[in-house]
């Protein structure tokens, strides 16, 4: 069982910076990435990154966000700048778990981020 706490998110203007930062506990954590929610919209991925820190984006946040995470303390980190208000949800940390030959999911909580224009 792996629990996720996430923190980091807040309320900033069109432009600005915030890192997010979410704890895992548990090991064998393989891919650690963040999701996003905003109001009405599905679930959407921001940004993967393997164990071996190979990372992956999604188009609307390549050249602004960064994924990191710091195996030794299994914290992954979202840094995100020159927000834009179409930024605005609910961000969800998720790791997933290897056990023998299965990958199991896990979730945060989720943190609001909110960018004002």
């Known amino acids: 069982q792996v629990q996720l706490v996430e923190s980091g998110g807040g309320v900033l203007q069109f432009g600005g910076a915030l890192r997010l930062s979410c704890a895992a506990s548990?090991?064998?954590?393989?891919?650690m990435a963040w999701y996003r929610q905003a109001p009405g919209k599905q679930r959407e991925l921001v940004a993967t990154i393997t164990s071996g820190t190979m990372t992956n984006y999604a188009d609307s946040v390549k050249g602004r966000f960064a994924i990191s995470r710091d195996n030794a303390k299994n914290m992954v980190y979202l840094q995100m700048n020159s927000l834009k208000p179409e930024d605005t949800a609910v961000y969800y940390c998720n790791v997933k778990q290897r056990v023998e030959t299965l990958l199991y999911d896990y979730w945060g909580q989720g943190t609001q981020v909110t960018v004002s224009s």
């Open positions: 548990g090991s064998n954590i393989s891919v």
